[in-house]
């Protein structure tokens, strides 16, 4: 199985992780279409995918996404894209703590994953 099969068979796990509790800000709406679930969790699913498959997190305007071996993956649009978003982002440094939606996030996605539970 290849790393691209791997991470979009991790999506249906993110998308049961997100809710509202782990989404950025106050604008979660999982039912709006023009949005999709995973709308405001960049850093929860660039976290969770850097827990699995390694690799760095990159961002740009407050927007962060995953590079994992030179190829770029952003599974936080609504239609999932294995491209760069944009032309200019930057590397994001080692954090020294980690933001608690990111952990609660992934814990729910190790937590489906582990049990099944889709």
Known sequence: MTIEDKIKELVSYLKFAASKETAYGNEYNPDDEDQGVLH???????YTVQQAFGGD?????????????????DLTRYKHSYAPRYDKSRKTPKRSSVNWRFETFNDRVEWAYHCHKL
């Open 57 to 73: 997190i990159v961002s740009h305007k407050k927007h962060y996404w995953n590079v994992i071996d030179g190829v770029h993956y």
């Open 40 to 46: 405001n969790h960049c850093g929860c699913v660039a």
